[in-house]
C-alpha cells in the first residue's frame, strides 16, 4: 500500500498508472482500486486517464448481465 501523501512521479506514476489500468480494464471499479492502494478516487480516476484508459460509463460494468 502506498502513503497517501507519498508524491508519485516519473516511472513509479506510469507504472502505477498501467497496473491500476489492468484491474480496472478486467472490472475493478475505481472506488475498489483507490481503497486498494489507499489514495483517493479521484487521483486513481487521473492515473487512468493518464494511461489513456477508456473509462466506463456510471453505473458499472453492465456487460454480460441479465436484462431485467
Known amino acids: 500500500m502506498l502513503g ?3 508524491w508519485i512521479t516519473g516511472l513509479a506514476r506510469k ?3 498501467a497496473d491500476l489500468r489492468r484491474a480496472y480494464d478486467k472490472g475493478a471499479s ?3 482500486l483507490a481503497e486498494g492502494c489507499g489514495r483517493s478516487y479521484g487521483f486513481v480516476h487521473l492515473l487512468l486517464t493518464e494511461a489513456g ?3 466506463r460509463s456510471r453505473g458499472g460494468d453492465t ?3 441479465p436484462v431485467t
Request: glycine share 14%; charged share 35%.
Open 63 to 65: 456487460r454480460g448481465r
Open 53 to 55: 484508459t477508456t473509462l
Open 30 to 32: 475505481i472506488r475498489t
Open 15 to 17: 507504472r502505477l498508472g
Open 4 to 6: 497517501s501523501r507519498a
